[in-house]
């Protein structure tokens, strides 16, 4: 089959369409013919050489894909085949690498229809950001739940990343309040066609005087985290009493300077998980909370897919400068 490989750590020049054998499906997965690949930041962080691919899974990037299932154990057990896959469905899927491929294995367990009305170019932008924002936002940081209650607010950073239009739709589909951030006007208008309340220009305004501002001095409950470095002491001004910020990613540095007396006074979290080391078991359990309370809203058009581009597979290095450049709004998508 063919494939795409970082043939050496590097830029996105290091990405070449190679030849390798079919994936051999394991227990409990299925094989996948792909039609489509995601490209998310973690590719191009493994592209560097720094995101270790994790024991026993590809060394091919790419972690979403969506295609069609052509092999594999499918049994009927509604507890190892919760969704009722069978040869032949259409279906999207997380994978621990290996989808810059033509063919690809998956835990079944990891496997969602792909939603009513959609291509597999717009199912194959949905596991990474959706598993990542459920299992961050709603599960680690129990937006809805704290404090707050139910009228809790989220501040999403990087709200025209593909993490970002996800966190903003899925949040507000489920009438909660989003602010976010975005590096441009043109970005920040986007955000807010998306349904964010209010997006701030991080280059040219202040996210913590402009989201104190709107919640009347309050702050917000929630913040979806990838910037970290120096954010997260502004972070902390951001939050509202009893507010937690969730990590995903470390884009603006690994190390910070925090006011632990302000996190005991006003009981403040600071928590982060990365999904991609997650044994099965966890992934299984936001794949079905994904398909009761996110696909439905999918499939009645209050969350939609975005996608800025598309590019053929042997074009993976010129995705990777796209999404490095940070000029796209949504998600980057390689078809096959």
């Not at 995601?38 to 026993?56: E, F, M, W």
């Not at 507890?79 to 896959?85: A, D, E, R, T, V």
């Not at 997380?94 to 990891?110: F, M």
């Not at 690994?254 to 992934?283: C, M, Q």
């Amino acid at each position: 089959m063919k494939a795409i490989e970082i043939t050496e750590f590097g830029g996105p020049e290091v990405l070449k369409l190679g030849e390798r054998s079919m994936p051999e499906p394991r227990d409990g997965e299925v094989l996948i013919k792909v039609s489509a690949s995601g490209v998310n930041r973690p590719d191009v962080l493994q592209r560097k050489g720094h995101y270790p691919v994790p024991s026993g899974a590809s060394d091919i990037p790419g972690l979403e894909i969506a295609g069609e299932i052509i092999g594999g154990e499918l049994p009927d057990s509604t507890s190892l085949n919760p969704f009722g896959l069978k040869r032949g469905d259409r279906i999207c899927a997380l994978v621990q690498g290996g989808g810059y491929a033509e063919y690809a294995s998956a835990p079944l367990l990891q496997c969602l229809p792909v939603p009513a009305g959609l291509s597999d170019i717009e199912a194959a932008s949905l596991p990474e950001t959706c598993f990542t924002v459920w299992s961050n936002v709603f599960d680690r940081a129990r937006l809805g739940a704290g404090e707050g209650g139910p009228d809790e607010t989220l501040l999403v950073h990087g709200g025209s990343s593909g993490i970002g239009v996800t966190a903003i739709q899925i949040a507000t589909a489920l009438g909660f309040t989003v602010y976010t951030t975005a590096g441009t006007d043109e970005k920040c208008r986007a955000c807010e066609k998306l349904g964010a309340a209010l997006a701030i220009n991080y280059n040219t305004g202040d996210f913590v005087e402009a989201v104190k501002a709107a919640t009347n001095g309050r702050g917000v409950d929630v913040i979806l985290e990838m910037v970290a470095g120096d954010y997260i002491r502004r972070d902390l001004t951001a939050l509202a009493d009893g507010g937690r910020i969730v990590l995903i990613a470390l884009l603006g540095g690994a190390k910070a300077e925090l006011n632990l007396a302000d996190v005991l006074r006003r009981r403040l979290t600071v928590t982060g998980s990365t999904l991609r080391p997650r044994p099965i078991e966890f992934k299984a359990k936001i794949a079905a909370q994904l398909r009761e309370r996110v696909w439905p809203l999918i499939e009645a058009d209050k969350i939609k897919p975005v996608i800025y581009r598309t590019f053929p597979a042997q074009e993976a290095a010129a995705a990777h400068a796209m999404m490095e450049s940070s000029e796209h709004v949504g998600k980057l998508v390689l078809t096959w």
